[in-house]
């Protein structure tokens, strides 16, 4: 299913926002879970559509065109898990490189293989990540910024999607990459899908009212 529902209002702008199907042997994917709530709610005069992608290499980028095509939306935010961290994670960089320590959902296991071979090395976020980090942290909900959206099947996406993106045919549309934790049932540390739900509405939000960062630390020294 790469949508959470049917129709919505023809002319209305919208925002993409993509999460994955379960994957390394998990029963949920808290990606999808928080997506799909956000199915249809307007925000900023924007529509968000919900879509899942296949944690898959080579098809998830497949299905991530399909769906610009389709809904030509001003905004995507991608989603993935991130097991193992403690916030919702605002991904920085994104590196053209397939280097797959585990197999993904269709049994592929790439190694040290280019995402897009004649691309450039790495693509920045378009997302104002500095001022979406504090509009969550502002409203209590744990964020941080990440330096590595790692080499597995979300950053495989992140770069496919931040390359298309500087095509000027896509002029205007921006777009990156958010990891979130697992949800309580899955382990720790974890979020609730209702603090999930609240984090992505409060990020894309403030990335649809700003157009130039803010200059906030939030660096890393390792």
Not at 22 to 38: C, D, I, K, R, T
Not at 81 to 110: F, H, K, M, W
Not at 200 to 211: D, K, P, S
């Amino acid at each position: 299913m790469l949508s959470a529902a049917a129709a919505l209002p023809v002319g209305q702008p919208r925002v993409l926002v993509t999460g994955f199907d379960p994957f390394g042997g998990q029963p949920v994917n808290p990606s999808w879970v928080a997506v799909q709530a956000l199915h249809g709610r307007e925000i900023d005069g924007h529509r968000l559509v919900a879509a899942r992608l296949p944690t898959e290499f080579g098809r998830s980028l497949h299905v991530l065109q399909e769906l610009l095509g389709q809904h030509r939306p001003t905004l995507v935010v991608c989603t993935g898990q991130a097991g193992g961290r403690s916030a919702i994670s605002l991904e920085r960089v994104a590196i053209n490189v397939n280097d797959a320590r585990i197999p993904d959902n269709a049994g592929a296991q790439p190694i040290d293989t280019p995402v897009v071979a004649s691309g450039p090395a790495a693509y920045f976020t378009g997302l104002p990540i500095k001022a979406m980090l504090a509009a969550m942290l502002a409203a209590g909900i744990r964020a941080d910024v990440s330096q590595t959206a790692g080499t597995f099947v979300c950053n495989h996406v992140f770069y496919g999607l931040m390359h298309t993106l500087a095509d000027p045919r896509w002029a205007g549309t921006r777009g990156g990459l958010v990891h979130v934790p697992w949800l309580p049932q899955q382990g720790a540390p974890s979020m609730t899908v209702e603090q999930l739900v609240h984090g992505l509405e409060l990020a894309i939000g403030c990335a649809l009212r700003t157009r130039a960062d803010v200059r906030l630390q939030a660096g890393a020294l390792n």
